[in-house]
């Protein structure tokens, strides 16, 4: 079991940046692939960026390349999203989760069996 916790959100502006922390618990959490998700308002989940465990592997959502950046401390358990030059169109409500399960997408909602409840992110123009 992986028990994931997000903190880090908050109410910025346009241009500003943010970094997310998801603190993970479990035996296993080294060898879990990681991402983040969000949830605009009124939207459905969406990929942000995901990490494989080995570090070997990231992707990232079209919209949030060369801004955001996944990254992961294995010590302390946590994984982070840094978020830079924000947007408001980033607004939403980010989760982070975890998966045991391989598959080769890292982007796909159903492929992962861990969730945090989120964190809200506010960027206003």
């Given at each position: 079991?992986?028990q994931?916790?997000?903190?880090?959100?908050?109410?910025?502006?346009?241009g500003?940046?943010?970094?997310?922390?998801?603190?993970?618990?479990?035996?296993?959490?080294?060898?879990?692939?990681?991402?983040?998700?969000?949830q605009?308002?009124?939207?459905?989940?969406?990929?942000?960026a995901?990490?494989?465990?080995?570090?070997?592997?990231?992707?990232?959502?079209?919209?949030?390349?060369?801004?955001?950046?996944?990254?992961r401390e294995?010590?302390k358990?946590?994984?982070?999203?840094?978020?830079n030059?924000?947007?408001?169109?980033?607004?939403?409500?980010?989760?982070?989760?975890?998966?045991?399960?391989?598959?080769?997408?890292l982007a796909?909602?159903?492929?992962?069996?861990?969730?945090?409840?989120?964190t809200?992110?506010?960027?206003?123009?």
């Open positions: 079991q992986v994931l916790v997000e903190s880090g959100g908050g109410l910025v502006q346009a500003d940046s943010l970094r997310l922390s998801c603190a993970a618990s479990g035996r296993t959490f080294s060898n879990y692939d990681m991402g983040w998700f969000r605009p308002p009124g939207k459905e989940r969406e990929f942000v995901a990490l494989r465990w080995t570090g070997a592997g990231t992707y990232y959502a079209d919209s949030v390349k060369g801004r955001f950046t996944i990254s294995y010590a358990s946590t994984l982070y999203l840094q978020m030059s924000l947007k408001p169109e980033d607004t939403a409500v980010y989760y982070c989760a975890a998966r045991s399960k391989y598959a080769d997408s796909k909602v159903y492929d992962y069996d861990y969730w945090g409840q989120g809200q992110v506010t960027v206003s123009s």
